[in-house]
């Protein structure tokens, strides 16, 4: 695979220095893409250079993750017209827990070929007081370059603290520590950071010498040109426990149409002969092949036991003629999924200590129907069910026994009217 060229016909080509794809198609190159830990765990916006480095590793080249331990203690001014929050040591340390967990499973790791290099930055500086950085770090570039780079000019009417106009500074000698202990010959990351990266490449030549490679991606946008990653409710992560699987799922099945062949070609691992051939296929089927790329997206960043579950959810939700089955099934996230989805009443355990009859639970704890002569027409009509057991008897009683996972009671009247109940 000739890596440029792949990322041409995905539409992730934006910039790269001079014989930078003669470079790489010349031989097993090493190059790296850094993540700081600034928020809590990784989105989908950040799984974009997640993509850039499978490609590369799939091309035959060896990929370094470099987490941010150092530089996400300073923030990063790119993209940002104002300074950024300070995070505390103890929160930037967990989420670069979170997000190294996840990393280390999106990329073949080891210290074989072509396999994947993990690195925090922070070992770089721990132990580097601060005339030592001063005199070997901020000496090799000149105020005046520094300046030039579009990140501080943004900043400048409105001002930019010396920590943030440093950050060009550590992203600039981590290439060069990058570069003599791994051979790391190129830097990659998002057309924002075209300054950092070239600051990394001039470092390298003015101090040892040699040539380096920056490569870009652009920046990924929706069609209504917001911000891709985030959806009505906020960050869409790749961390389960801040976006459930169903809902990370749901996400790529709600895309707008006219996103779809861009979030295809960045995100899918299918060749460019077997895209080309789904569009043809489902050119009068957009749906579809958002399920193709929300399916293959949710095991790869999920797993397959995963995705089989969000499809339970689905079907629970969406199909009235869902069984026992596909409820008992669920794990507990599963059904706090289904709680998020229809309408949910928490009901303390105490009440449930005797029992509740099912008359009370549906025209009085759930508001389900506004009396409890509807409630008793309902059950007489066969049209209300308990974890999808019908209820035939007026004299029903819901207690412990019917808690799924020692929590949930899904209660339906009919096919459409389901609500949940939480029980604490």
Known sequence: ???????????????AT?????????????????????????????????MILTLFQRAGHRPIVLMGGATGRIGDPSGRDSEREMKTFDELDGNLARQQAHLMRLLEFGDKGNQAILCNNLDFYKNMDVLTFLRDVGKTLTVNYMLSKESVQNRLENGISFTEFSYQLLQA??????????GCTVQMGGSDQW???TAGTEFIRRNLSEKAHAITTPLLTKADGKKFGKSDQGNIWLDPNFTSPYKFYQFWINADDKDLPKLMRYFTLKSREEVEALEVEFSGNPAALKRILAEELTVRIHSAPVFKAVMNVSELLFNSKAGKETLFELGEKDLETVAGEIPSF????????NGVGIIELMSEVTNMLPSKAEAKRAIQGQAVSVNKEKITRLEAVVNHESLLHGKYILLENGKKNKVMLVVK
């Open 346 to 353: 928490e009901v303390p355990k105490t009440a449930l200590a």
């Open 195 to 197: 300054g950092n990266i």
């Open 1 to 15: 695979m000739n890596f440029i060229e792949e990322l041409r016909w995905r539409n992730m080509f934006h910039q």
């Open 18 to 50: 001079e014989s930078a794809e003669e470079h790489l198609n010349s031989g097993m190159r090493t190059g790296y893409i850094g993540f700081d830990p600034t928020a809590p765990a990784l989105t989908i916006g950040n799984y974009v250079q997640i």
């Open 173 to 182: 000698n981590d290439f060069q520590r990058l570069y003599k202990d791994y």
